[in-house]
């Protein structure tokens, strides 16, 4: 089964939308230049409502790891997807102070970017998003699928950039991943969710393993 990140969450209505269709986790961006950024208060009100629900999982860009420590505190964050320069060291020590999982992020342009992930392996997962220059996330642009080829690591890659429920199905075929992760796929605009485009997405990631587990013709 292919698990299902609906990330950009900056809403409890959309928080609990996302649970409800079955998410396996709610990604909250931390990132104040994001335009998906959620307010603290906001998130401790989504870490309340879904703890045990679903994963928690706050999204940092090279933030100090006081404030992540204090965040994921507040806010019952169950994973850390960090999305900047962080190195090895630094995730191993955000682990340790939170008792969250770590989601190392790498934004793909080509193999050798791919393979910098080796060096994570302490890393619980990996995530590979869309490089765009400028920008950390939420591009709504997906890169060339074929290079999640080179992720040789055993850590289980969540693929992110551009998913939405038009074209998840190619993206679970291609990569096989362990999850799926959707930003400005679902959205009505930057921090609002659609519901009929998170249905749509929810209803495409079943079809699309449904017919995974499907006989093969001869």
């Known amino acids: ?3 299902v990140k609906v990330c950009g969450v900056a809403r ?10 079955g998410a396996w986790a709610v990604g909250m ?3 104040p230049e994001s ?4 307010a ?10 879904l703890k045990r629900k679903a994963e928690l ?3 940092f860009v090279n933030a100090p790891l006081d404030e992540v420590a204090d965040l994921a505190d507040r806010c019952s964050l169950t994973i850390l997807q960090l999305h900047g320069d962080e190195g090895p060291a630094y995730c191993r020590e955000a682990a340790r102070r939170t008792g969250c999982k770590v ?3 790498q934004r793909v342009k080509d193999a050798a970017a791919v393979r910098q992930l080796e060096a994570f392996r302490e890393a619980d997962l990996h995530l590979l998003d869309t490089h765009v220059e400028g920008l950390r996330g939420g591009s709504g642009t997906t890169f060339d699928w074929e290079l999640a080829k080179h992720h040789r690591s055993p850590v289980p890659v969540v693929l992110s950039g551009g998913i939405h429920g038009g074209n998840v199905a190619e993206a679970i075929a291609t990569v096989h991943p362990f999850a799926v992760d959707s930003a400005s796929g679902t959205e009505a605009e930057p921090g ?3 519901p009929a485009k998170l249905e749509a997405l929810f209803e495409a990631v079943r079809r699309a393993d449904a017919a995974g587990d499907a006989p093969r013709a001869a």
Not at 35 to 38: D, G, K, L, Q
Not at 40 to 49: F, K, L, R, S
């Open 40 to 49: 603290p208060g906001t998130a401790e009100e989504i870490g309340g409502a």
């Open 1 to 3: 089964m292919t698990r």
């Open 57 to 59: 999982v706050g999204v």
């Open 103 to 105: 989601m190392k992020a």
């Open 12 to 21: 409890p209505e959309d928080a609990r939308l996302a649970a409800e269709l």
């Open 29 to 31: 961006i931390f990132h």
């Open 35 to 38: 335009p998906r950024a959620c």
């Open 192 to 194: 609002r969710k659609d």
